[in-house]
């Protein structure tokens, strides 16, 4: 038997280890590696090319989202679910747009997981039940021909998106410089080409957008004097 080659994205260590543990279990299953934030796990799933990326959205240093978005494009044919305590439309949709082939609740059962994980395995998409219809009703542009999500472009750059996520979890520009080995200058560049295209030009501003779409949760917030 040919296995589905998983890997886990989830940076709380608790969760993570459950999900390990669950699909163990299944004979069709094969874990091949675990990150515990965006970063590692682009750099994971870059070296082990697994058939699926399980990955969680909030994660620090870089988000599901952003991490989905440069591994459709790094990686072709990896299919990618995205783990979130949130059913709201708006992460959903940004889901759909990184390019995700699912989108499973952490509410949801181990079933549910294992169901999903063959669903984009067999080339096809995967939503929650308990959102299924309603967002496929209200959007029904996300499907393709192929029966895949539809990719849509974002407005910002993947560098942009990096800077917005260090914004919304207070990091300076300095220390956005350092955890992205680039320049300040580079990085304030960024600042200003995303405050730019979103016409947002405060950090609260920001950081707002940031949760509103799904970028970071709100438990991820940081205080905003």
Same mark, same amino acid.
């Given at each position: 038997? $040919?296995?589905?080659?998983?890997? #886990?994205?989830?940076?709380? &260590?608790?969760?993570?280890?459950?999900?390990?543990?669950?699909?163990?279990?299944?004979?069709?299953?094969?874990?091949?590696?675990?990150?515990? +934030?965006?970063?590692?796990?682009?750099? /994971?799933?870059?070296?082990?090319?697994? +058939?699926?990326?399980?990955?969680?959205?909030? /994660?620090?240093?870089?988000?599901?989202?952003?991490?989905?978005?440069?591994?459709?494009?790094?990686?072709?044919?990896?299919?990618?679910?995205?783990?979130?305590?949130?059913?709201?439309?708006?992460?959903?949709?940004?889901?759909? +747009?990184?390019?995700?082939?699912?989108? #499973?609740?952490?509410?949801?059962?181990?079933?549910?997981?294992?169901? %999903?994980?063959?669903?984009?395995?067999?080339?096809? =998409?995967?939503?929650?039940?308990?959102? %299924?219809?309603?967002?496929?009703? #209200?959007?029904?542009? !996300?499907?393709?021909?192929?029966?895949? /999500?539809?990719?849509?472009?974002?407005?910002? &750059?993947?560098?942009?998106?990096? =800077?917005?996520?260090?914004?919304?979890?207070?990091? %300076?520009?300095?220390?956005? @410089? !350092?955890? /992205?080995? #680039?320049?300040?200058?580079?990085?304030?560049?960024?600042?200003?080409?995303?405050?730019?295209?979103? $016409?947002?030009?405060? &950090? @609260?501003?920001?950081?707002?957008?940031?949760?509103?779409?799904?970028?970071?949760?709100?438990?991820?917030?940081?205080?905003?004097?």
């Amino acid at each position: 038997m $040919n296995r589905i080659s998983v890997l #886990i994205a989830e940076d709380h &260590t608790l969760v993570r280890e459950g999900l390990r543990a669950m699909l163990q279990h299944e004979p069709d299953f094969e874990v091949i590696g675990e990150a515990q +934030d965006g970063r590692k796990a682009v750099v /994971m799933a870059m070296e082990l090319t697994p +058939d699926v990326l399980l990955m969680d959205i909030a /994660m620090p240093q870089l988000n599901g989202l952003e991490a989905a978005r440069q591994l459709t494009k790094a990686v072709p044919g990896i299919r990618i679910i995205i783990l979130s305590a949130h059913s709201d439309d708006a992460y959903v949709k940004s889901a759909v +747009d990184s390019g995700a082939s699912g989108f #499973i609740l952490k509410q949801d059962t181990s079933l549910d997981v294992c169901r %999903a994980i063959r669903e984009v395995h067999r080339g096809g =998409v995967y939503y929650s039940a308990s959102i %299924a219809k309603r967002f496929i009703s #209200i959007n029904p542009q !996300v499907h393709d021909r192929s029966g895949k /999500m539809a990719r849509k472009a974002s407005v910002l &750059t993947s560098r942009e998106m990096e =800077v917005l996520q260090l914004i919304a979890e207070g990091k %300076a520009n300095k220390e956005s @410089a !350092v955890e /992205m080995g #680039i320049s300040i200058k580079t990085v304030e560049k960024h600042r200003g080409h995303l405050m730019d295209k979103l $016409n947002i030009h405060d &950090t @609260a501003g920001l950081t707002r957008y940031a949760i509103a779409t799904g970028i970071i949760e709100s438990s991820v917030q940081v205080t905003i004097i």
